[in-house]
Every structure is written in structure tokens, then in C-alpha cells.
């Protein structure tokens, strides 16, 4: 499995692509909820953490350039602690990829297809998954890239589209509460942000470690520009008081283009449905690949392959059963979510890179920039 190889430059698109496709969906109105018309300044503290995490990722992820962090969990910790660790970090994908999953059926049901059972958009996008997972992951990497090359595409279109209907005034920032809101909405794209530490799976993939920490960071700094722009154009138009009661603030802002617009045939709401999907297809499949492998790495298996339709399975249940409605699903998203994920992405790989440090000294580092 391990004789796949990426470039440093599809690693990068892959990480925007994943962090990408779900934050446009929710981080709007959650940033609204707390840092209101600062919700831009947010992003700001949310750039630092997320760069932040890119660099203990990779500093981490370095020192073992050739294994995965299922593997090297053990080589600093030790038997059983080291298991223990690695699991975590399995259940931590599977947890994403059905939670992706989720937001999916969310989205589909409420504003595209509601007749249909939900059922039937975790089904559908999981069996998509499935098939690019045995496909193997040269092949789901150079899918993103033409994928990623749409989505910036469409966004792009969005934004001059709308950014004539932004009122700079609700984007003035309130400080008569102090930086405690804006440090409060920072933290759903803080978490968010996090994910791109995933990279842990990928870099004994890439061809050129020297690059890995560098493509990161481009990726930190280019998703920090393009939620900028979301976050500009849904708070701008909308304001930060409407956002922050929205579900979906960015779909809402979709379906009332300027009156340009509705007199031609190109919909805003349709083209962002068809790349987002897109979008989530590659979220999930990236997480459901890493929990599969290193589930293959934890077990000792030779290929993934044979977990793929188990796991799939999984998923598709635990997305069905873990939120009884959309409410409970934004309010995970906006709670639990981030402190989780946060926890995962930049305690556990801080805490084993000073262990990594004190066990084994500076020195043991054999790929990086």
C-alpha cells in the first residue's frame, strides 16, 4: 500500500479540498454567533491556530517520514499505551467521515430534495466512496485536483457576484465587549482549520519531504482566504444577526442572487450544489480512507480493501443515528465539535512530539524542510 506516491502539491490541494468543502457550509453563522460583525477578525486568530497545528503536525510527522501516526503512536509510547493512542486517532476519522456524512443528508434534504429519505444521501455518497477507496488514493488524489480546480473556480464566480450586494458597515467590528466574542467565534474555524492534520496519514505518500510543512502552511494560508471571502461576502450581505440564525447562511444568500442574475439562466444555488458535492465526496472519502487504513495498519493487514464495505456500513448507521435533527447537528457543530477536534489535532500530536523529543532527542528527524 505504502508504493503510492503523491507530490507536495497535490497534498496541498488535498488538505484545502477537505477543510473546504464542509467549513463553507457551517462556519458562517457559527463565527456570527459569536464574533457578530468581527466574524472576519476571527478567521484572523483562527489562521494563527491553524498554522499553529500545521507545524506540530508536521514537525511530528517529520521526524517519522516514512510512517503513519498509527504506527510511530507506538514507537514513542510503548505497548499498550501506544495502541491505545492509535485507536483514538482511527475512531477520530471514522467520527469526521460520518459526521461529513451528516452535514451531506442535512444540506440535501433541507434545501434540495426534501421528500427523499435521508437515508438515501448517506447511501449513495458512501457507496461513491467505497468505489474510490478500492480505486486507491493516486487516483482519489488527482480526482481532487481537478475537483479543487472547480470548486476555487465557483467560489471565485460567487464572491464577484455577490460582493456587490455586501454593506461594509456590517463588517464594522464591536469591541464594547472586549476580544472575547471574537475569540469565542474563532474556534469552530480553529477546528476546522485543525483538520488539515490529517496530513499525519499522508506524508509517508508524499514524494518530497522537504516540501511537506511548507505545502501545509500554503494550505493554512489559502483556506484563511478563501473563508475570508465566504465570511465577507454571507455577513456582508446578510448581516451578522441574520447570519448567526441561519443554518445554512451561505445557501441562504445562494437562493436570493441580485436581480442581474435572476434573469439569466445560471443559478448560483445550483452551481454551488454541484461542486459542493463534489467537495464532500472527497471530505469523506479522505477521512474514510484514513480510519480504514490505519485500521489495516492496527490489525497488521496487508491491504485495507476487505474494511472498506464493513466500515462503510458503520458510517452510514452511526450518520443516521447520532443526530435526531439539523438543530442537534449545529449545536454539536458549535460545542463539541471543535473543542474534539482540537484536542485530536493539536494536543495529542503536541504531547507525542515532546515525548518523540525527550525519548529519542533532536535528532531523529529525517525529512524535514
Not at 20 to 43: D, E, H, Q
Not at 142 to 154: G, T, V
Request: net charge positive.
Amino acid at each position: 500500500m505504502k508504493n503510492w506516491k503523491i507530490s507536495e502539491w497535490q497534498a496541498m490541494g488535498y488538505l484545502v479540498m477537505i477543510v473546504f468543502a464542509t467549513s463553507i457550509l457551517f462556519v458562517p453563522g457559527l463565527v456570527a454567533k459569536g464574533a457578530g460583525m468581527a466574524s472576519w477578525l476571527a478567521l484572523v486568530i483562527a489562521l494563527a491556530v491553524g498554522s499553529l497545528i500545521a507545524l506540530v503536525s508536521t514537525s511530528l510527522g517529520l521526524r517519522y517520514p516514512e510512517k503513519t501516526i498509527i504506527e510511530y503512536a507506538v514507537d514513542i509510547l510503548g505497548f499498550p499505551l501506544g495502541k491505545l493512542v492509535s485507536l483514538l486517532f482511527i475512531f477520530y476519522f471514522i467520527y469526521v467521515a460520518y459526521y461529513v456524512l451528516r452535514q451531506f443528508q442535512a444540506l440535501m434534504s433541507a434545501a434540495y430534495m426534501p421528500e427523499t429519505p435521508p437515508v438515501v444521501f448517506l447511501v449513495l455518497l458512501t457507496l461513491l466512496s467505497c468505489a474510490a477507496l478500492y480505486l486507491g488514493l493516486e487516483v482519489i488524489v488527482r480526482a481532487n485536483s481537478l475537483i479543487l480546480f472547480f470548486n476555487l473556480f465557483a467560489i471565485l464566480i460567487i464572491f464577484f457576484v455577490f460582493v456587490g450586494t455586501v454593506d461594509w458597515y456590517n463588517l464594522k467590528p464591536d469591541f464594547s465587549k472586549g476580544v472575547g466574542p471574537i475569540v469565542t467565534g474563532s474556534l469552530s474555524p480553529s477546528s476546522w482549520l485543525g483538520e488539515t492534520a490529517v496530513i499525519l496519514m499522508l506524508i509517508p505518500f508524499i514524494q518530497r519531504k522537504s516540501a511537506v510543512r511548507r505545502v501545509t502552511l500554503y494550505a493554512i494560508l489559502l483556506l484563511f482566504f478563501l473563508l475570508e471571502m465566504v465570511i465577507i461576502t454571507v455577513v456582508g450581505s446578510l448581516g451578522a444577526d441574520r447570519t448567526s440564525r441561519l443554518v445554512f447562511p451561505l445557501f441562504t444568500l445562494l437562493s436570493q442572487p441580485p436581480h442581474f442574475v435572476q434573469e439569466l439562466i445560471f443559478q448560483p444555488s445550483a452551481l454551488f450544489m454541484a461542486v459542493w458535492i463534489s467537495g464532500m465526496l472527497m471530505k469523506l472519502t479522505t477521512f474514510f480512507f484514513a480510519g480504514v487504513y490505519g485500521l489495516a495498519q492496527w490489525f497488521g493487514l496487508t491491504s485495507y480493501r476487505c474494511l472498506v464495505l464493513p466500515a462503510g456500513a458503520l458510517i452510514v448507521v452511526l450518520a443516521f443515528i447520532s443526530w435526531p435533527n439539523t438543530e442537534k447537528l449545529l449545536e454539536f457543530s458549535q460545542y463539541t465539535f471543535p473543542v474534539s477536534i482540537l484536542f485530536i489535532n493539536l494536543g495529542l500530536p503536541l504531547l507525542l512530539y515532546l515525548l518523540s523529543l525527550f525519548r529519542h532527542g533532536l535528532n531523529r528527524s529525517k525529512g524535514a524542510a
